[in-house]
């Protein structure tokens, strides 16, 4: 494939941002080459400036459920433009999104908009610890919630791909109260509120874990940290930034059936647009100003196009068998990856939820960050330029999830097993 046009972008940009990109792991730094540049994408498919045509499974790292350039999508933002893109004052697409969301969560009965996920999480930390009264937080390792200090200790996503476990720049007395328990070990969390249970204001998950690569919850994983947190006085942060409206319209805790305390959001409620939300029960949320003393803001905070994007995605998300389609072909393409790499006896697992979905070249099922750090990185390079190649994109790190859209036909994912068959046969020759 020709990638002339993009080494030549690649070349300019790299004197305007840090490693030529604006998000590490766009910088393909993971699969040991240079980034493509991409110029459109229309349902499935995108274009890279050398007109490579690619069927796409990074979606724009999320919020693409619906594809690229849907219709509906693109019509409602361009209204909202028509009438002006921001106005930093309250607009009726705001109610209308908020009660939507409510509707499908009604655990955020009261919740703020915000512009990125990392914001959501960043300040629903803040809320927790002031209406707690608590300074601590206990994450998971492999998990990544955004870049605000507190959460780049052993954080997921882009550290995870670049290999960094903890970042300069955050003081150790932000790190020192940011504890570490590896994702699915109930035991480590039972006994970290043993020693210092006092002291967390909240433990944040993602429910699903997206950001080491997918990582299935263990059986009565949630259960057990509602349970843990309720009894210590702690709050239950779920980060559904990926998963809400991605694994079901209610997110995972429908799914599972647990109530966290706060919910983040962000990716699909804006459509493709910058967006992010945070929100709770009542009582908690009210401690937001100009309710409460916790001060948060943003200029740009509920902006018009963003409204009108989540509202449009939203509205088609909640038709049909949305999610029993996206099932489908989810499980349909982890089985055809399974079976490709059976063929070859190459040690390989598919993590799968819904429309998420992660290839470890593993020889034992990922669970935790240190089973998905023992992946083979290098053979998963290969996997993904072979796959790229052949008119496949995912996402060019091992650590990150790959997405599926409805746009996605069945002769796209059809597609994308013949040439995972291609590709592992030459890597086991």
Known sequence: MKTDNSHGLYEQALRYFPGGVNSPVRAFRAVGREPLFITRGRGSRIWDADDNESIDYVCSWGPLILGHAHPQVVAAIEEAAEKGTSFGAPTERETALAREISGALPSMERLRFVNSGTEATMSALRVARAYTGRNQVLKFEGCYHGHADSFLVRAGSGAATLGLPDSPGVPASCAQDTLL?????????????????????????????????????????????????????????????????????????????????????????????????????????????????????????????????????????????????????????????????????????????????????????????????????????????????????????????????????????????????????????
């Open 181 to 429: 328990a590896p994702y699915n070990d109930i035991h480590a969390v039972e006994r970290l509120f043993g020693t210092q249970g006092r002291e967390i204001a909240a433990v944040i998950v993602e429910p699903v874990a997206a950001n080491m690569g997918v990582v299935l919850p263990a059986p009565q994983f949630l259960e057990a940290l509602r349970q843990i947190t309720q009894a210590f006085g702690a709050l239950l942060i779920f980060d559904e930034v990926i998963t809400g409206f991605r694994v079901a319209y209610g997110g995972a805790q429908t799914l599972y059936n647990v109530i966290p305390d706060l919910t983040c959001l962000g990716k699909i409620i804006g459509g493709g647009l910058p967006v992010g939300a945070y929100g709770g029960k009542r009582e908690i949320m009210e401690m937001v100003a100009p309710s409460g003393p916790v001060y948060q803001a943003g200029t740009l905070s509920g902006n018009p196009l963003a409204m009108a994007a989540g509202l449009a995605t939203l509205w088609e998300l909640g038709q049909g068998q949305v999610y029993t389609i996206l099932e489908e072909k989810g499980r349909h393409l982890a089985r055809g990856l399974r079976e490709a790499a059976a063929r070859t006896g190459r040690p390989f697992q598919v993590a799968q939820m819904g429309s998420l979905l992660t290839p470890f070249f593993a020889s034992e099922e990922v669970v935790d960050y240190v089973s998905a750090r023992a992946a083979d990185t290098q053979a998963y390079a290969r996997f993904f330029w072979g796959m790229l190649q052949r008119g496949v994109s995912l996402p060019p790190s091992q650590f990150e999830a790959a997405f599926i859209s409805l746009a996605h036909t069945q002769a796209d994912v059809d597609a994308t097993i013949a040439a995972a068959q291609e590709v592992l046969r030459e890597m086991a020759s």
